[in-house]
């Protein structure tokens, strides 16, 4: 069974509008953690957030922030003010049972 | 610091060959994976070990695959024989507890003709 559903597969923005990313994750372990990755066209993936299944406060750093509901399993993910170095594929992640699970991903392109 | 290390990056190798690749963790780091990247399947975990055990090989596809961490800063994958299906990018990761967040190499991308 799919543990994180990213159902957006690509979005187009232009430079400056904000992007959110939507992700729904499944797991029956009361303590997970979530994660935000980027894989930018040079092919690495870079970490961005983390956050743990017992702290719901949603915060802000930088032209990133980050949505998490418990209720509905939910970890969405904005980027403020879009830059086109933003363009990207950015994957969500559940972290139970010591394994880190993937969602397929969602590509985002920056137009100028 | 330097960050997870895999070699090679690109390989390219007929059908039938074996194929070694290799990661070095981030020292310290008690928790190693690797996952495999194509476009049809995504982002696998193939195996993960824990202070150099396998823990988890239930996502290695066949017997053509195995892996090894001979100690804490080595690890292999080998596919003995390659096949086309193989080709895909091979992450290796490495984390400092169970919790939390996987530190990825740059990959290493296969091609099996």
């Known amino acids: 069974a799919q543990k994180v559903t990213q159902a957006q597969t690509e979005i187009s923005v232009v430079e400056k509008e904000d992007v959110t990313l939507d992700c729904v994750y499944e797991t029956r372990d009361t303590t997970y953690y979530l994660f935000w990755y980027k894989q930018p066209p040079s092919g690495e993936l870079v970490f961005l957030i983390r956050?743990?299944?017992?702290?719901?406060q949603n915060e802000i750093s930088g032209r990133y922030s980050w949505n998490f509901q418990k209720s509905t399993s939910s970890f969405n993910f904005t980027i403020t003010a879009s830059q086109v170095v933003d363009s990207a594929v950015y994957f969500c992640?559940?972290?139970?049972?010591?394994?880190?699970?993937f969602g397929a991903g969602t590509t985002v392109t920056v137009r100028a | 610091d330097a960050g997870v290390i895999q070699s090679p990056r690109h390989e390219v190798t007929e059908m039938g060959q074996e194929v070694t690749l290799r990661c070095k963790p981030i020292s310290g780091h008690d928790y190693l994976f690797w996952y495999r990247q194509t476009m049809m399947r995504g982002l696998e975990l193939l195996i993960y070990f824990n202070n150099n055990v396998p823990i988890d090989d239930s996502g290695m596809p066949e017997d053509r695959f195995s892996a090894k961490m001979p100690n804490a800063s080595f690890s292999t994958l080998k596919i003995q024989p390659s096949e086309p299906r193989d080709s895909a990018v091979y992450f290796c990761?490495?984390?400092?507890?169970?919790?939390?967040?996987?530190?990825f190499g740059e990959g290493s991308r296969l091609t099996v003709l």
């Open positions: 992640a559940l972290r139970d049972d010591y394994k880190l699970s």
């Open positions: 956050r743990n299944s017992f702290d719901e």
């Open positions: 990761a490495s984390s400092l507890e169970n919790t939390g967040e996987l530190f």
